[in-house]
Every structure is written in C-alpha cells, then in structure tokens.
C-alpha cells in the first residue's frame, strides 16, 4: 500500500517531464508567439522613429521568448501617466496655482530680445507644460560644498513643508548630514517628503532609504522598490531630477546628486557640478513636477496650509525671463530635444555646450552642424576623464562628425565635471539635469530650466570659460590617426548608445 502511495504521489511530476520532454519544441514556439507578437506589435506601434522600431522587432523575432523580455526591460519607454486633478487634489485650493500676471508675453519678448527669441518663446509655450514667467531671481551655486549649505540651510530653517526630489542620495557623509537635517525637520514640526529614484537608490548599499525611515522621515523610491525589484515593463525609465522645494517659497535644482564626491570637505578629488537656488514663480511649477512624481509613486496628497506655494517675492516684470522645462517618457516625451532644436535653429553667433556625457542623436548633430555652417561659433567641452568609461567612448566616436564642419570640442582637465549647461548668443541659457545623451532625452524624467538673461548667460559663460581654462582642442586629424583597433571599440560602443 505505502508503495502504491509513493507511486502515485510520483505521478503528476512525471508525467510533466515526459510531457515536457516530448513537446518543448512546441511549448517553446506558442510561448514565442503568445511573447512575441504582442511584443512587436507595441514596438510598430509606439516607436516613432523607422530605425528603432525595425531594431526591436528584429530582436523580437530573432530572439524567442528571450526577445520580448528583453523588450520588456529595455525598450518600453513611455509611461502612461494621468494628469493630476488639481482640483480634487485640493492644491488650488491651498494656494497652489499658476499666476498669469507673471507670464511674458511674445510682444514683450519681440520688442526686449527680437524675433529669435519670441520664437523660442513661441516654442517653450507650444511643446513644453510651463510658462516663460518673468519675477524669478536664480543663484548659482558653483561646487557642492556651496550648494549643500546653501539646501542644509534651507532646511534647518524650514517651517512648513519641504519635497525633496533626487536620483542618487548616498549613505556616506553627505547624505547621513541630510538625514540628520531632514529628521531633525520632521521633529520640530515640518512636513517632509522624500521621493529617491529606484536605480539611484542602489548607488549605496545598503540603501538610504532604511536609515531615512527610522529617522522618521517619509520616503518612498520612483518606479520600483529596493527590495523585490524595478517596476516592470518601464525598468528602464528613472528619474533623474533633483529638485528641493521648502516652504513654497524657495527651490534648489540643478545637476548635482546628494554624494560626498562632490564635496571637497569629504574628498581629495571632489568632482564638480552647478546647482541653483530659485525663487519666483518657477518655484510653483518645480513643486508640481516633483509633487507628480510623488503620487505617481504611492505617496500621499500634499495639499493644505502646509504646503501652500508663497507668492513670488518680486513684481510682475522685474527679475530673469525663465521657464522651467520638465521632460520625460510621458506627455513631455523630448521636450528638452525640442527645446535645444530650436536654441540651435535660431543661433546667430556663438552655441557653447557643455556636458559630461555628450552623446546627441543625428537630429541634435545635423542642427549643430547645420548651425555652424551658417557662420556660428560652436565650442562643445567634455571631460578629458570621464566617470563612465564606456559612455567616453561612445562620445568619441562621434566627434568626427562635428569636427570636419567645423565645430570646436574640448576635453577639460582636472576634476571631473558633471554640469550641464549650454548658452546660446549670450542671452539664453539652459541649465539643469538633462546631458546631451539618449538616456537624458528620451528614457528619463529630467528638469531643466531655460533662462532669457543677459548677465545670467555672462555667468554661465565665465563658468564654461573657466573650464575651458587647461583645456586641450580635440583635432580632427590626431582622432583619425589613432590606432584602427582603438576607433574600432569606439564605435563598436556607440552602437550601445542609446542605453549607455
């Protein structure tokens, strides 16, 4: 009896195997087609360029049942996101709501700045979701020890409310001084929100987001957990934004994470990077975009007294023209590609571009060319040592490109710089997290900020000249003399560009 039991008890499992041993190679083809043509129907679907699409169905088909996974993970690159209802969410309500009587008009712009850039008026209205306001005043902040005192400051003095909105937060000694600010924060009083991207979390393990919840504060990731994993199928859209908001009245954003390297007091080789203090009207729309974020996440409505947008110190009409320009794989798919194609287009005399990862698509590289076929200057300064070797080798492999029309690039020495800044005719400026790579203008969520000020441009160009300073001119003719093996890599690693 017993060993009929076991005999029976056996029997399911083996009849599966002899199942599966005789009929994988028909197992194997349903699940590629049920995988695979739902998979290729959304990449003909939703990919707008021709080339992208015909690469991924190629992977589809030629890769069964791991094609589409892979698809999953690394080429779905839209969320699908609802707008918010700020009624409902009660934030009008709380005082949270655009003010007209700082936005700019074209007329204003034609006669202050002529009709190149009305037009970039004309177009930061059309693709982008913020107004060109006037009223806004913009600090720079020129190395981390200087901007992290300026935002631990902020914070030890809030009294309201406080949104912090980042991609990498460390636990080394410049995050744990964060924590200590932010849970002391939490204690007197303030309402806190932390919202850390789930990619950039894992930069330190263990994460800070465990230290941050026994301190109290309120933390939740973007786009995933640290425990169980990424959020599928969009694994491969992060956000990339840093963004402070404290009492409604004063923003912090930039291109800087929270990390010791950026700081000369915890490291012999501080990298560099800029970073701003804002306040004015754009304070209001850098709160919505971080507060989206949060719901998007889980987190809870932020609406009441506590978190009521102050109004802008300054009159309507006084202060720097800007508008802050969010972007990413929702409704704001490409807008900072857009926003950079005009600044290109209208260009008159000089495009000064500088960014650690340089790797733009063939549009980005034919208005630049375009551009300096038209008469006008254009110095592009990258890194002479990057922080992500693959990426460098990327970049390089394209520099050929621009340099046979023209073009000046520049590989800056010293320490690493991660700014992100790009000035056009000493007039528009364009600052803020988004690099000039395929991960910053089509998979990730970035936010940047376009400024219409002279002195502001001045100032951003003494910060690209003084990187220019040591710097060493990339010439066309040493990059084609180089060893063939060493250009073979190169390009090899281009081809992976656009997920680098």
Known sequence: MRLWLEEREGWPARIMFETLSAYWPHILVALSIILGIPAAIHATMTKEEVRAAIGWVGVIVLSPVVGPVIYAVGGVNRIRRNTLNLSREGLIAAGWYHRSEYDVSNEHMTVAYGGALAAMQRLGDTVGRCKLTSGNRIKLLATGDEAYAAMLSAIGAAE?????????????????????????????????????????????????????????????????????????????????????????SVAFTGGLNIRAGFCTEFSDAAALDTHFRLTGPVVSDLFRIAYEDWRFSGGDELSGEVWQIAPPPDAPDSGMLARVVPSGPDKSLETNHRMLMGALSVAKHHIRIMSPYFLPDRELISAIVTAARRGVEIDIIVPSSNNLKLVDLAMTAQFDQMLKHGCRIWRASGAFNHSKLTVVDDAWSYVGSSNIDPRSLRLNFEVDIEVIDPDFAELIGARIDAALEGSEQVKLEELRARPFVQRLVERITWLGSPYL
């Open 160 to 248: 309201r409310s406080i949104l912090l909105e980042t991609y990498i937060f460390d636990r080394d000694a410049a995050g744990e001084r964060f924590v200590q600010a932010l849970s002391a924060a939490v204690a007197r009083g303030v309402a806190v929100r932390v919202l850390i991207d789930a990619v950039g979390a894992r930069y330190s393990i263990p994460s800070i987001v465990s230290e941050l919840k026994r301190a109290g504060v309120p933390v939740d990731v973007f786009n995933g957990n640290i425990v169980m994993g990424l959020r599928l199928p969009y694994a491969n859209l992060r956000t990339h934004r840093k963004i402070l908001i404290v009492d409604g």
